[in-house]
């Protein structure tokens, strides 16, 4: 009887996901803002797979544009995703005293800090986006950063949407299921990319996928997703085992053909140097995980000037434009997780089937 009930669970895991996805592999493609555009998730999504358009920094014509070379290409399942952060006011004060501590790098590269703009172009989901996307009914729509506010979100799930959100803590899963997310991405310490952490500021609170995932199953009763360290069949099987009933991959999808990933960008993931990443705030203003490289040994991985996400991006710009013309990465946000193991130059749609032939040996 115990492993007949055993053998049961995971079937119910298996429609989990299903139901949820609408996808044949429990298997999400990370949206990777930089690096990615719609050719990544289309290979994703006809491979089986969930696959994910970054729109958190792309404008409503871009938008719309990328999600009508999705609907042309695939009949599956793909997922939409967007910030949802609370936009603060530009604080000149603070950009005065970040850039006294960038003085000698606008002068290495030539920039001339008082021509900056004040603008950024990582906007929240807004009624604006939503005016844009409504026809198309995406299948699936994510957040980083928490979920938006309630009328946006009841707009969002009357389409038929699913909506996924990502926790990096207990606290936070237990706050999206109670606040209307239909699915929980438990993203560990891990993951490469923003820290999708929004009820504390405070990077000690942030634990490993190993740890996360099996504390938010317990609690939780919606379908849990794993992201952070996983690259391969074996990490889906572990995480399976831990409870969850999908998982979300990016860092092994960085060197697949379809990628926009740069030749910067890929050497350093080839490299030794992606031994070393970090957590950083000096590219975004937000906690971020990517290979260490000259500005953050510099400045600090963590450093307390940095202006508020996501107006840091201002000022990190320009000096990575200037740096990679040189052809150098000092000041190139290296995005990256702590598992490259799975990343080969290989197409995404081979990388997301391999992914899926997974099994679990249950006694």
């Given amino acids: 009887m115990g492993k ?11 429609q989990s996901f299903k139901a949820l996805l609408g996808t044949d592999l429990p298997i999400i493609q990370a949206p990777m803002a930089g690096v990615q555009d719609s050719a990544l998730a289309i290979a994703v ?55 006294d501590a960038l003085t000698s790098y606008f002068a290495e590269l030539d920039i001339d800090p008082t021509s900056l703009p004040i603008t950024t172009n990582r906007l929240p989901f807004n009624h604006d986006i939503a005016d844009a996307i409504e026809s198309y009914r995406p299948p699936i729509v994510s957040f980083h950063f928490g979920l938006p506010d309630h009328t946006l979100l009841a707009r969002v799930k009357s389409w038929g949407t699913k909506v996924l959100s990502s926790a990096t803590t207990l606290q936070e899963a237990m706050w999206l299921e109670a606040n209307g997310a239909d699915g929980i991405i438990a993203q560990g310490l891990e993951a490469g990319g923003h820290r999708g952490m929004f009820l504390s500021e405070d990077i000690t ?20 997703i794993a992201a952070g360290g996983i690259a391969d069949g074996r990490g889906v099987q572990a995480a399976m085992l831990l409870g969850a009933q999908a998982v979300q991959v990016g860092t092994a999808y960085l060197l697949c053909a ?10 350093a993931i080839l490299s030794e140097l992606s031994q070393h990443t970090a957590l950083t705030n000096i590219f975004t203003g937000r906690p971020a995980r990517g290979i260490v490289n000259r500005a953050m040994r510099e400045l600090g991985y963590m450093q307390p000037l ?5 107006y840091a991006s201002i000022e990190a710009a320009p000096l990575r434009r200037q ?6 990465d000092d000041f ?12 080969k130059a290989i197409s995404a749609g081979e990388l997301t089937k391999a992914l899926g032939k997974y099994s679990v040996t249950l006694q």
């Fill in 205 to 224: 609170t942030q634990v490993g996928t190993a740890s996360l995932v099996p504390q938010i199953v317990q609690k939780v009763n919606l379908p849990v």
């Fill in 258 to 267: 379809e990628t926009k990933t740069s030749t910067l960008h890929r050497s």
């Fill in 45 to 99: 999504s006809e491979a089986g797979g969930l696959g994910s358009l970054p729109c958190g920094m792309l404008n409503l014509d871009q938008i719309v544009s990328e999600l009508e070379v999705i609907s042309a290409a695939t009949t599956q399942a793909y997922n939409l995703n967007f910030f949802c952060h609370r936009m603060p006011a530009f604080n000149q004060r603070q950009h005065a005293e970040w850039r």
């Fill in 323 to 328: 740096a990679e013309q040189q052809g150098r």
């Fill in 306 to 310: 940095a202006p508020t996400f996501p």
């Fill in 4 to 14: 007949w009930v055993k053998k049961a669970s995971v079937n119910n895991t298996h």
């Fill in 332 to 343: 190139t946000p290296l995005w990256c997780g702590q598992n490259t193991s799975g990343c």
